[in-house]
RNA sequence: GCGAAAGUGGCGGAAUGGUAGACGCGCUGGUCUUAGGAACCAGUGGCUUCGGCCGUGGGGGUUCGAAUCCCCCCUUUCGCACCA
């Protein structure tokens, strides 16, 4: 007996149709809506994150539904674990790729944006996640970003915020300063024109402060290795020791400038060194150009040279800068420094290859024992002296290069014959007993550059009065708006083009109640996307950023799932305010994200999709062709979802066809006993389909069922019901609308 | 240079010490059909004297047994990169 009425017409799979059906019924039912009460109630919360899309006007890519629906699975699958699975997307709007395009267009960016998002928003209904949209964000929205405002300001207070000049990366192109996690290879990650070093005063977010928690944390978490890793690399830990080496004063002939201004009043030039046993063998001293110290080392004989080479070294970009491969150049200040081991007068340099942004823009050259600074002697005559003698070494013979492996010292006084691991240890020890220097561990991760020259961002809540000095926005005063501007275009000047509009920026100092100026820089997107995933269960609250109760019940984020090409940008920057909220006592968890899994990247034919390539994947065209549930387990059955798949139109038929006999079997299927080896070999099936949801691993989960498929239908047998049913429920995840129609069919009500 | 991942049929990939190539695409043959770029069934790593032999980038090793573990080399992709 068919399991559908005998007079019932068994129609074919038609996608279209099934999916329109279900997609309506799940917004009418609010099957994934959560009301505040629902959310406060759950007794298993599961808090399924995806990383929230960039509303790009060319709409949704076939990457984002790939993400999103790996994501989407897991959280399905959580469900039908009996979860009570919270699953929100929002639009992360704010920011220069948005601005650039509507600079293209001419279109004020709030006037396009809202375009896209709802764009954006249609394209993602069709493709059956179990989005809540409910409780959906919108960073440009006045009542997400006065939120983002508060973090600012809360920041701020904990003295995590700080304006300061500084060297910044300045982008000729966008007109605007870069975070350092922006710059790729020198090129600004949106433009790819060559960034500059400029000196501004800009907002930083004091994220260096964090990178021992930020670094040793890592270990502790469930993440993908490859993003652990990325992390790791780039917070770069260092152990070794500043150093401090006296300026020999009379060897400095012009002396009318000012004492330089550094952390203290001596006249001593710090150093940070991996290598403290190797200080005998520093025969010369190098500073970045822009090193503060210079104009007061320079000789007068020497000023002419010095001043060229340091506009030389500011006019160019930084890929040109940090090329390793071109040859040293530098030029001698004219000053000398007293090298505190050995007491000897060394000679000042300022050259490229130290940077002003990496320890302290100054280091001691040790040619004898590192590559570049033995190059550099080479190449300027300076001398070179071995301090460090390897196994079998006299430590007389001259070197031909520098030698960094181990041995003994040598030419080191009364540490001569030391390991260089103990001599690291004995002559930072002796010179911190002097007061010349001290054990240090350095990071390579800057502070967060996060003024924006621009106008597409939150307006950054701070007042400038003449009277008070730098005055926060009083929270109650928030949000601070963005006005509507017709000339939001970004210019050279190093301001924003809201510093163009006085009727704006004038305003009254809350505290003496005289007359101050806004802040004209907004923040960076960065920001934006820090905390937003503390924002959404919280949607329903308009007067604080997130309910403490909500938020302890619901958070931190059980799953997290997106692409690696964050893994230094928004992961790094939301564990830091996570972990700034979490100390000022608002967050009862330091990290937000306990899982965190990496997705791979979709090519088309073999080639990456780009528009110049003209190989861009259409996802509305091939989800109206073939239907969501189809495109969805196709993406999904390319290729291991961790490493990505290529996407080519030949193989959809596969997936398509595997959804097909699954709705003509169980449409088929008979009401009798279920065969033993077929039954055993379901229950083979669902374990081994359980195993792969939970490790990501969809592409054997989807082959086991088919491979299950083709079991139950072998030599053309018709299937058992008892078969066929469980695998409804297995597909699930996969393919919602067709399990959702499938399931109804066989009676069940959902 | 440093760090990470990977190299398996015509193609995407499966198998992490135990029958290599699951599953799918493609291809071949068959059934049905007026027809089929539909559906269904069967086959499909290479060589073969039909006994078998060879086969997971290359070379060596451990093991009763290696795609899988170890050593050396080659190639590709990604991240960082004059980081002191």
Redesign the pocket.
């Known amino acids: 007996m068919s399991t559908t009425d005998a007079t019932h017409v068994t129609a074919s799979y038609h996608p279209a149709e099934v999916e329109r059906k279900w997609q309506q019924r799940w917004e009418e039912q609010g099957t994934n809506r959560w009301t505040a009460g629902e959310l406060r109630s759950a007794d298993r919360p599961f808090y399924n994150l995806m990383m929230f899309p960039y509303p790009s006007a060319e709409g949704l890519h076939v990457g984002n539904i790939y993400a999103f629906t790996g994501a989407d699975i897991y959280g399905r699958f959580k469900r039908l674990q009996g979860h009570q699975v919270f699953e929100p997307i929002g639009f992360d709007a704010f920011g220069i790729h948005s601005e650039n395009y509507a600079l293209k267009q001419g279109i004020n960016p709030m006037e396009l944006i809202p375009r896209n998002v709802e764009r954006f928003t249609a394209q993602l209904r069709r493709v059956g996640l179990m989005y809540d949209w409910s409780h959906s964000v919108d960073t440009t929205r006045p009542e997400y970003y006065r939120w983002t405002q508060w973090v600012f300001l809360q920041l701020y207070r904990a003295g995590l915020a700080e304006k300061k000049e500084a060297p910044v990366n300045w982008c000729p192109g966008c007109n605007t300063v870069l975070a350092n996690e922006q710059v ?2 020198g090129l600004c990650e949106r433009c790819d024109t060559p960034v500059e070093m400029r000196f501004l005063s800009q907002w930083f977010f004091k994220i260096t402060r964090y990178a021992g928690r930020l670094l040793e944390n890592l270990k502790t978490l469930d993440w993908s ?2 993003t652990r ?2 992390q790791e ?2 917070i ?1 830990r ?1 152990e ?1 020791a500043e150093l401090a080496f006296p300026i020999a004063r009379r060897r400095v002939a012009d002396d009318r400038h000012e004492p330089a201004q550094l952390h203290d009043e001596k006249p001593v030039i710090r150093v ?4 403290p046993d190797t200080v005998f063998g520093a025969t010369y001293m190098v500073l ?1 150009p822009e090193h503060p110290l210079v104009d007061r080392l320079t000789s007068a004989e020497q000023r002419e040279a010095v001043e060229a080479y340091r506009r030389q070294a500011a006019s160019q970009d930084l890929v040109t ?4 491969d ?1 040859t ?1 150049t530098g030029v001698w200040t004219g000053g000398y420094a007293v090298n505190p081991a050995s007491g000897q007068d060394v000679p000042v340099w300022i050259a ?4 002003m942004e ?2 302290t ?1 100054a ?1 001691m050259a040790v040619p004898g024992h ?1 590559e ?1 600074d033995f190059e550099f002697a080479a190449q300027f005559g300076l001398p070179i002296v071995r301090v460090v003698a390897g196994e079998g070494d006299d430590g007389d013979t001259p070197l031909a290069e520098a030698y960094t492996g181990p041995g003994r010292l040598v030419n080191s006084g009364r540490f001569d014959g030391m390991e260089v691991a103990e001599g690291k240890r004995a002559i930072t020890e002796w010179l911190a007993g002097m007061g010349l220097g001290e054990q240090r561990i ?1 990071y ?1 991760l800057h502070d967060w550059t996060i003024s924006r020259q621009r106008y597409w961002g939150p307006p950054i809540p701070i007042l400038y009065c003449d009277a008070c000095g730098i005055v926060p926005v009083p929270e109650d005063q928030l949000p601070v708006e963005l006005p509507f501007i017709q000339d939001y275009k970004p210019d050279a000047t190093g301001v924003s083009p809201l510093a163009r509009h006085e009727e704006w920026y004038r305003t009254t100092c809350p505290s003496c109640g005289g007359e101050a100026r806004r802040e004209t820089d907004v923040s960076d997107t960065f920001l934006d996307s820090a905390w937003y995933f503390l924002r959404y269960p919280s949607t329903d609250f308009d007067q604080v950023p997130f309910d403490p109760q909500l938020t302890r019940h619901w958070l931190p984020v059980d799953s997290y799932i997106g692409g690696n090409e964050h ?2 940008l928004h992961l790094l920057y939301a564990r830091f305010v996570t972990m700034a909220l979490h100390d000022m006592g608002l967050l009862h968890f330091e990290e937000p994200f306990t899982r965190f899994r990496a997705h791979g990247l979709i090519v088309k034919d073999g080639s990456k999709m780009s528009k110049s390539r003209g190989n861009v994947v259409n996802p509305d065209a091939y989800i109206a062709e073939w239907g969501a549930d189809t495109i969805r387990t196709y993406l999904m059955f ?3 979802y961790q ?1 990505g ?2 996407f080519r139109d ?2 959809i ?2 997936p398509y ?2 959804l097909t ?1 699954l709705w003509d079997s169980v449409l088929t299927s008979e009401e009798r006993p279920i065969d033993p080896a077929v039954e055993q070999k379901l229950h083979a099936t669902i374990r081994k389909v359980t195993e792969d949801l939970e490790s990501l ?1 969809y ?2 989960a ?2 086991a069922m ?2 299950y498929l ?1 079991t139950v ?4 047998r018709t299937p058992e019901r008892a078969a066929v049913e469980p695998l409804v429920r297995l597909v699930a995840p996969f393919a919602p609308h067709l399990a959702e129609e499938l399931w109804e069919r066989l009676g069940h009500a959902q």
């Open positions: 790729i290879g290795d490859t890793k990325a690399n780039w770069g260092s070794g940070f060194t991996t290598r970045a800068r940090k090329k390793t071109k040293k490229d290859y130290v940077l990496y320890g823009g280091i590192d570049r350095n390579r893994a230094v390319l290729g291991p490493e798949g290529d030949s193989g038929t596969g066809n595997f006999r691993s592409n054997t989807i082959a088919m491979e083709n239908r072998a030599g053309g």
